[in-house]
């Protein structure tokens, strides 16, 4: 490979590391993928912004999703153009307000040490999603984080869909891969219907367990 398709190839794995943070809520992650002193310029349906800081930056991102209810990664793109990286992604999110949609597009340069030193960031701002349905009633949230089967997500499991009424639905999320194999057998096993298994692209497994006794 020519040192130019290197480096193309290594401002992608940066921007592909750095959208899947975003989608994960991973903040600690962002801040180690920036700058200590990045520059941030913000592009906002309130008018223009700009940040310098790692902490700053983060702190945006903490604003926009950390309180949602849950955050779906509907597609993204990451690009570079010439020595620029170019990301972009929407969302699905759900909060207080409902069920919204997101979409960002970011144009980023990136140090030797693979940080993002500038980012120039154009934001839609939240959008009514008329086509996103509320969740149903009876349908109940279990975000095991990476808890996996092996260190404990069985016997919370367990407790959490004893503690549903039956004909109500358990949506477990977890980061651990291998509970794609586990959760799924283990919740027939139990007399649980297994509604869907998924597996959205941002490192997440979601798991619906309808509770059948």
Same mark, same amino acid.
Request: with cysteine.
């Given at each position: 490979?020519?040192?130019?398709?290197?480096?193309?190839?290594?401002?992608?794995?940066?921007?592909? %590391? @750095?959208?899947? !943070?975003?989608?994960?809520?991973? @903040?600690?992650?962002?801040? +180690?993928?920036? !700058?200590?002193? &990045?520059?941030?310029? #913000?592009?906002? *349906?309130?008018? *223009?912004? $700009?940040?310098?800081? $790692?902490?700053?930056?983060?702190? +945006?991102? &903490? /604003?926009?999703?950390?309180?949602?209810?849950?955050?779906?990664?509907?597609?993204?793109?990451?690009?570079?153009? %010439?020595?620029?990286?170019?990301?972009?992604?929407?969302?699905?999110?759900?909060?207080?307000?409902?069920?919204?949609?997101?979409?960002?597009?970011?144009?980023?340069?990136?140090?030797?040490?693979?940080?993002?030193?500038?980012? /120039?960031?154009?934001?839609?701002? @939240?959008?009514?999603? *008329?086509?996103? !349905? *509320?969740?149903?009633?009876?349908?109940?949230?279990?975000?095991?984080?990476?808890?996996?089967?092996?260190?404990? #997500?069985?016997?919370?499991?367990?407790?959490?869909?004893?503690?549903? =009424?039956?004909?109500? &639905?358990?949506?477990?999320?977890?980061?651990? +891969? %291998?509970?794609?194999?586990?959760?799924?057998?283990?919740?027939?096993?139990?007399?649980? %219907?297994?509604?869907?298994?998924?597996? =959205?692209?941002?490192?997440?497994?979601?798991?619906? &367990?309808?509770?059948?006794?």
């Amino acid at each position: 490979m020519s040192h130019e398709g290197q480096e193309t190839e290594r401002l992608r794995q940066v921007g592909d %590391a @750095f959208v899947k !943070a975003i989608a994960a809520r991973d @903040f600690e992650g962002m801040l +180690s993928a920036v !700058a200590d002193d &990045v520059r941030f310029r #913000l592009m906002l *349906p309130s008018g *223009p912004k $700009a940040e310098v800081g $790692a902490t700053e930056v983060v702190g +945006s991102f &903490v /604003d926009w999703y950390a309180a949602a209810d849950e955050l779906r990664l509907e597609s993204s793109s990451v690009e570079t153009i %010439a020595n620029r990286l170019v990301m972009s992604y929407r969302f699905r999110i759900h909060d207080a307000d409902g069920w919204q949609l997101i979409e960002q597009h970011l144009v980023a340069d990136v140090a030797e040490d693979g940080r993002l030193e500038t980012i /120039d960031l154009l934001c839609s701002g @939240f959008l009514s999603d *008329p086509e996103e !349905a *509320p969740e149903t009633i009876g349908t109940h949230q279990f975000d095991a984080g990476n808890l996996g089967c092996a260190d404990g #997500l069985a016997a919370e499991f367990r407790r959490r869909i004893q503690a549903i =009424p039956i004909g109500e &639905v358990l949506v477990v999320t977890t980061r651990d +891969s %291998a509970a794609k194999e586990d959760l799924p057998p283990l919740a027939r096993m139990m007399g649980h %219907a297994v509604r869907s298994v998924e597996t =959205p692209g941002d490192g997440r497994l979601l798991v619906e &367990v309808e509770r059948g006794r």
